[in-house]
């Protein structure tokens, strides 16, 4: 009798180690994960949080749509590579729910925090608390933020904080209440201030531009983004996350990845999620920026800007990075270099352009209809008349009132 009771609690001790370990692994759903599991003492070198916005807004849908899902599994998958640091997802679900998630080093996922609906994932509120409990439940000397959903760049018409419960469209979030919702670039830089964060990525499309990263250049010291659409898939996450986790961030091979995933499109979705029409889908453009120089390319191009009118010189023709009008996004140093200005100004121009994007990529194409026949790694908006300054808030951005402003006069 005593065997026999042996051996059921032995079956039992297996079963139930077996079913901790199916709950604790990555689920194919929005389910909440685990109950939180003990965290380890004090900080590491790096952590990493991918600040996930997929609620009602096309990228957490059903399958085959349920990109936030496929992204935590391919971070799952990468658990291995996190080199003694810590991954943490913030995840705003399209269940409705707002977890605060950590990829565990089993390839896992553990709940470390669950927020009320207060407020939206897109408020300074909510990101602000995010950021804090990310300090305390996972400390480091070192932090890292990627963005997670859809992005507009410089357009100045989101969530306004002084005038709540104001809401209207653009620049990063984009999830679907009783309306779109979205964070203002001018306030993600006042929530970024002061973060320690060595780096940013955008994995969210149009987030490449000089006016991000004139807004941005105090908070972060490099950033990751793209003066384009990036596809609904995103970054391989299981294919870039050890390049988070290494001792120096190696962003540049972070790009050279993604890259190459894009003009290998074929080899990495299915033709049936391609529509039969790989050519449509193989287009990225991706830059790595140094925020450093930006205050340096300000100067330069403020000098150049100075001696020029509002408008498009004669005979230029954009590169726009939209297939459809009006063209807020267009190549950054094309422009500039089109402009009327000394040689020794241009120089300089090009000099802190160097200085700024340690690396661009670009395919020929996107959508398989628009030629980049020019891609500097920033866009800009090029103002035709006095009035465009005020179209989408431009001149609220410290790049208007510092640097654009000049083609007013």
Known sequence: MNIIKYFLSLIGFTAAMLLAALVSSCKDSNDEPTPPQPQPAGEVSRTVLVYMLAANNG??????YDYDMQDIREMCAAAGDLNGGRLIVFHSA???KQILKEINSRGGVDTLKIYDNSTVGQSAARMSEVLDDMAEL???????????????GWLEDGIMETESPAIETYSYGGELGTQWRWMNITTLAEVLAGRGLSFIHFDCCYMASVEVLYQLRAVADRIVAYSTEILAWGMPYDRTVKYYFQEEPDLNAVAETIFDFYLH????????????????????TVSVLNTSAAQRLAEATRAIYSHNTTGTPDGYSPQPFTTSRPYYYC?????????????SLMAEFDAAMDDVVELELATEQIWGQLDIREHSGLSTFIMNSDADAFKKNYHRLDWFNDVASQLIK
């Open 94 to 96: 399209t269940n409705g």
């Open 265 to 284: 499109i074929d080899d990495n979705v299915s033709m049936a999620e391609l529509g039969g029409r790989p050519d449509r889908y193989r287009m990225c």
């Open 331 to 343: 190549d950054f140093a094309s422009y500039v270099n089109a402009l009327d200005a000394d040689p």
């Open 59 to 64: 990228l957490g849908a059903s399958k085959p």
């Open 138 to 152: 996972a400390p480091a000397r070192d932090y890292g933020m990627i963005f997670w959903g859809h992005g507009s």
